[in-house]
């Protein structure tokens, strides 16, 4: 028997629960506890940082992983600095070589679908499969943030581990998508990601029982120190991917990001530069596009057969090449359809309407042989996959979504 025909999905409130006879999914009030324990932690260390650090704006300075005590000296301070980023500069070489690694086959990020109990699910089956996040938002994160950085002392640690943890086991290789147009929130949306795993990896843990011992009662400092210790909630991504995909009214109309971002790459630029300075370069910053929008015409499918498709692949060209400018961004994954904003399509309408056009994306993978870009759209098995890599050896890989979550 399949494992499609022995999972049992559960909707409720937006979250998908698999369950699966042969594969057990872990404890969600397990995981509530340890959130709450563990960004304990996460908030005595930037109310530390911002003691000792005077304000910048609305931006408090990146806290250090290689020790939580104020440096003594001006050289002490320098020599951390110079420690932080030979350590970012190696923990980017190395993820940037687990994505080369890992990019064959990726799971595309869906709303509701991609959740971290579904990666679960895929990562017990596939070990090499690359995992990409539901799209979160980075005024979310921002907002909860900045609720974690006041004064009030009421903040709830788990808000932002519900946007950005992983659980208590590693997953691996995956991808956590932002969305957003705002360089600001973009950079606090990282630097939150950053922040939550120098925690995680942190080997003074000074900060968190001094913040414990003022805040807990007594008699539950051993059992909080505890679950720090034995149950760290991770948030271990591979890399950032930002939203320029998303056709939906509610992301490309009235947010306007997702798809709506393709007509402004200089503006697209601007953010990957603030997610990878908000990450202090540790992470690859990522970008998942589509291969234009209907922008300039009212789309009908028999206008849109109409248009030339030499003028369009020069505008994905344009996008793509004014995004890499730079060298921040390498990595593209490509929905070879574009995006219909003009006509209230859903989301649905855009998987469906219009056209795939693969050869755009293969094209541009031959003839930008310094970047990585991944093909999606219209793929639904392994054999499609290899099928399309076979086809056009200079590609990444193959990104998948409805196919994996109806039958993994």
Not at 23 to 39: D, E, F, L, N, T
Not at 41 to 49: G, H
Not at 241 to 256: I, M
């Amino acid at each position: 028997m399949s494992i499609h025909r022995t999972t049992i999905v559960f909707r409720r409130s937006n979250i998908l629960f698999y369950a699966c006879y042969v594969i057990p999914i872990c404890s969600m009030s397990r995981y509530s506890v340890s959130a709450k324990s563990a960004s304990v932690a996460f908030l005595s260390i930037n109310r530390r940082r911002r003691i000792m650090s005077p304000p910048v704006s609305s931006l408090s300075t990146a806290f250090s992983a290689s020790s939580s005590a104020a440096p003594d000296n001006d050289c002490d301070k320098y020599d951390t600095v110079d420690l932080n980023h030979d350590r970012n500069k190696h923990l980017l070489t190395h993820r940037e070589r687990t994505l080369r690694e890992n990019s064959k086959l990726s799971l595309a990020p869906m709303m509701e679908y991609t959740d971290r109990h579904f990666r679960h699910l895929v990562r017990l089956i596939s070990r090499r499969t690359l995992l990409y996040t539901e799209m979160v938002a980075a005024n979310a994160i921002a907002h909860e943030r900045d609720n974690s950085l006041s004064d009030s002392g009421s903040f709830n640690p788990s808000y932002l581990l519900r946007f950005l943890g992983q659980g208590h086991n590693s997953e691996g290789p995956s991808v956590l998508q932002l969305g957003g147009s705002d360089p600001d929130q973009l950079f606090l949306a990282a630097k939150t990601v950053y922040e939550f795993n120098q925690l995680h990896n942190r080997n003074d843990s000074s900060d968190t029982i001094d913040f414990i011992q003022q805040n807990i009662p007594s008699m539950q400092q051993q059992q909080t120190a505890q679950e720090l210790s034995q149950k760290p909630i991770y948030c271990d991504y591979t890399a950032l991917n930002l939203n320029c995909g998303c056709p939906s009214s509610k992301v490309a109309g009235k947010g306007c990001f997702g798809a709506a971002l393709m007509s402004e790459p200089h503006l697209v630029r601007q953010l990957a530069s603030s997610m990878h300075e908000g990450c202090e370069g540790s992470m690859p910053i990522t970008i998942k596009c589509r291969i234009g929008t209907d922008d300039g015409y009212s789309f009908t499918t028999d206008r849109y057969l109409q248009q030339s498709q030499e003028k369009e692949y020069s505008s994905l060209k344009n996008f793509v090449l004014t995004v890499a400018e730079g060298g921040i961004v390498t990595d593209f994954q490509i929905h070879a359809r574009i995006a219909v904003l003009g006509k209230g399509y859903s989301p649905a309408d855009n998987r469906k309407v219009p056209p795939l056009r693969y050869h755009h994306v293969k094209r541009l993978a031959q003839e930008l042989p310094e970047l990585n870009i991944s093909l999606n759209g219209g793929v639904e098995t392994l054999l499609g996959v290899k099928k399309e890599l076979d086809d056009c050896d200079s590609l990444e890989g193959v990104m998948v979504g409805r196919g994996l979550a109806a039958n993994p």
